[in-house]
């Protein structure tokens, strides 16, 4: 155990020394405030693009639409960062030669792939937990009311998404060795899942999670246990 937390301690100094420690984080919180701006002005900034002439209904701007909005552009844009993120763990120490040093460390081959994806794991639900906060704060500045629950339950859901895909990644990164054959690799799963999500038995499966923080943030139904427990499988 010593040896794994000597190895943990190392990839979290990677993480903190190189620029996962700035990347997600900022993409997330400008994802965040992002969010609540769309869902505030694109309405009126439409209807002043499209002119008088042009009509269409847009829902109004609400808290609802806020955390939609966030929802969306987490299962659009952060999975992928997560999934950059992973892609690098162990392939970028094959590539260098560093891989090498890990032969003379009492821990099994298996440990490398374990700490990267718990140190990348802190990363991606504390950017994620720091995105929630900002979008609970403009939502509230915006709409003078900002219900808490459906926000930290499409976050959490969220959170599920991005750590079974990091698993991916980070398992890919190890079995290929590789960083862009694991980045296209997870990419390829992520459209697999995306595309059976779209089907009714796929949502009971871990596909179920891609779609699983807008259906939350958008009160839509459907199976939550299901996915998450299958995603953490």
Same mark, same amino acid.
């Given at each position: ?16 020394? /190189? ?7 900022? @993409? ?6 992002? *969010? ?53 763990? /162990?392939?970028?120490? #094959? ?10 460390? &009492?821990? =099994?081959?298996?440990?490398? &792939? ?11 639900? =504390? ?6 906060? @900002? ?19 499409? =976050?959490?859901?969220? #959170? ?9 990644? @980070?398992?890919? =990164?190890?079995?290929?060795? *590789? ?7 997870? #990419?390829?799963?992520?459209? @697999? ?7 009714? &038995? ?32």
């Amino acid at each position: 155990m010593t040896g794994f937390a000597s190895l943990f301690a190392v990839e979290a100094r990677t993480m903190w020394r /190189t620029w996962h420690r700035y990347a997600l984080p900022v @993409v997330l919180v400008f994802l965040a405030a992002l *969010s609540v701006a769309l869902s505030r002005f694109a309405p009126e900034l439409f209807k002043a693009l499209a002119g008088e002439g042009f009509q269409i209904e847009l829902p109004e701007p609400s808290p609802d639409q806020s955390y939609a909005q966030w929802a969306k552009n987490l299962t659009q844009t952060g999975v992928f960062l997560v999934i950059f993120s992973g892609a690098g763990a /162990t392939s970028a120490l #094959i590539s260098s030669g560093r891989a090498q040093l890990l032969a003379v460390r &009492p821990v =099994s081959r298996a440990a490398q &792939p374990v700490a990267a994806f718990l140190a990348r794991a802190l990363v991606v639900g =504390s950017s994620c937990l720091a995105g929630a906060a @900002v979008v609970w704060v403009g939502t509230f500045a915006a709409y003078s009311e900002a219900p808490v629950a459906p926000l930290a339950a499409a =976050s959490c859901s969220w #959170i599920a998404c991005a750590l079974a895909f990091l698993a991916i990644s @980070v398992g890919l =990164s190890a079995m290929i060795g *590789s960083t862009l054959g694991a980045v296209g690799a997870s #990419i390829g799963v992520y459209v @697999v899942c995306t595309l059976l999500a779209l089907a009714e &038995p796929g949502r009971y499966s871990p596909a179920g999670l891609v779609s699983l923080p807008s259906a939350i943030a958008s009160g839509g139904g459907g199976p939550v246990a299901a996915p998450l427990a299958a995603g953490a499988l």
